[in-house]
C-alpha cells in the first residue's frame, strides 16, 4: 500500500500541511522539522504521486515563455511545428506556451521581449544573442526562479540550466572536411555567416579553422561576411565578396542565406566555378 502523507505526519508529530510544504519543498518550515519529515518519509518509502503532481500543474497554469530568432527564417518552420505540436500535449496538464519571434540579432530587441515575458512566465527557452546584456537577463531570472533553456544557440558564462542544439565546432570540422575533399585541399575560401552575435556561428568557424590548421595547409580565407539569416543581404554581401576577390573559388555557408548565396553564385558562374559546403549535423543536449 502506498504511503501516505497523513501518516507521515503522525509519526513525525506534526501536520499534514506540514508535511505537503516539505515534500513539496514550499519553504516555511523550521530546518529541524524538515529534517525529521524528509528521514520519516525516506524511512516508510513515501513515493510522490504522478497523477497528484499532474492535478497540481493544471491548477497552478505553467507558464512556458519561448524566444526565437525566426523571423524570414525557413530552418525554423520546422521548429515552430514542434513546439505547437508539444503545446497541444501540454495543454492537458494546464501548461500554457507563449511564443515570441524576432529578426536578426539585436540584443536590446531580445531583451525588451524578455522583458514582456518575465513577469508571467515559469520558465524560458530562450535562442541567445551572444552578448553581455543577455548573459545578466538570464542570470537575473535565474535569481528569479525562472529557470531558462538556451535553444539552437548556447551563451558563454550564464547560469541556463541546459543547452538543446548542435554540436556547432564538430558541424565546422566536418564542412572543412568536405571542402577540403572537393579542393584536393587547395582553395580560396570566403566564409558566408549569419552573425558574430551567434555563439553557434562562431564555433562553426572556430572549428572550420581547427581542421584547415591540421590538414589543409592550402586554404587560405580571403573574407567572411555576415548576413544576418536573411536571403536578400546573403545575396548582396555574397555579391560583394566575390567582385572584390577574384580568388575565391570556394564558399562555407555557416547560417542561414544559402538560397541567397546560391542566387549570387550562379549569376557569376560564367565566370568561374565555385565550391559551396554547407553542413548541419543533428541536434544534441547538454547540461
Do not use: W
Amino acid at each position: 500500500m502506498a504511503v501516505t502523507i497523513r501518516q507521515i505526519a503522525e509519526i513525525s508529530g506534526v501536520s499534514r500541511g506540514t508535511v505537503d510544504r516539505v515534500l513539496n519543498n514550499r519553504g516555511r518550515v523550521k530546518p529541524e522539522t524538515e529534517k525529521l519529515v524528509r528521514r520519516v518519509a525516506d524511512e516508510l518509502g513515501y513515493q510522490p504521486n504522478a497523477a497528484g503532481k499532474a492535478l497540481a500543474a493544471i491548477k497552478k497554469n505553467f507558464i512556458i515563455g519561448i524566444i526565437l530568432s525566426s523571423e524570414g527564417n525557413a530552418f525554423f518552420d520546422d521548429v515552430i511545428a514542434g513546439i505547437r505540436r508539444a503545446e497541444k500535449e501540454a495543454a492537458n496538464y494546464g501548461i500554457q506556451v507563449i511564443l515570441k519571434t524576432m529578426k536578426g540579432y539585436d540584443a536590446s530587441v531580445q531583451l525588451s521581449l524578455i522583458e514582456e515575458l518575465k513577469a508571467t512566465i515559469h520558465l524560458l527557452i530562450l535562442q541567445p544573442i551572444n552578448d553581455e546584456s543577455i548573459v545578466q537577463e538570464i542570470n537575473s531570472l535565474s535569481e528569479q526562479n525562472v529557470p531558462v533553456i538556451t535553444l539552437n544557440n548556447d551563451i558563454n558564462n550564464s547560469r541556463r540550466i541546459c543547452y538543446v542544439g548542435s554540436d556547432y565546432f564538430k558541424s565546422g570540422e566536418i564542412a572543412c572536411g568536405c571542402l577540403g575533399l572537393l579542393t584536393r585541399g587547395k582553395a580560396n575560401i570566403g566564409i558566408v555567416t549569419g552573425s558574430v552575435k551567434v555563439l553557434g556561428h562562431n564555433q562553426r568557424i572556430l572549428g572550420f579553422h581547427n581542421i584547415a590548421d591540421k590538414k589543409y595547409k592550402g586554404f587560405h580565407v580571403a573574407d567572411i561576411i555576415e548576413t544576418n539569416d536573411d536571403d536578400l543581404q546573403a545575396y548582396t554581401q555574397t555579391k560583394k565578396i566575390l567582385q572584390n576577390h577574384s580568388e575565391i573559388n570556394a564558399l562555407y555557408i555557416v547560417a542561414a542565406g544559402a538560397v541567397g548565396v546560391c542566387k549570387a553564385v550562379t549569376e557569376l558562374k560564367k565566370d568561374r566555378d565555385i565550391d559551396i559546403v554547407l553542413v548541419t549535423p543533428r541536434p544534441q543536449s547538454k547540461n
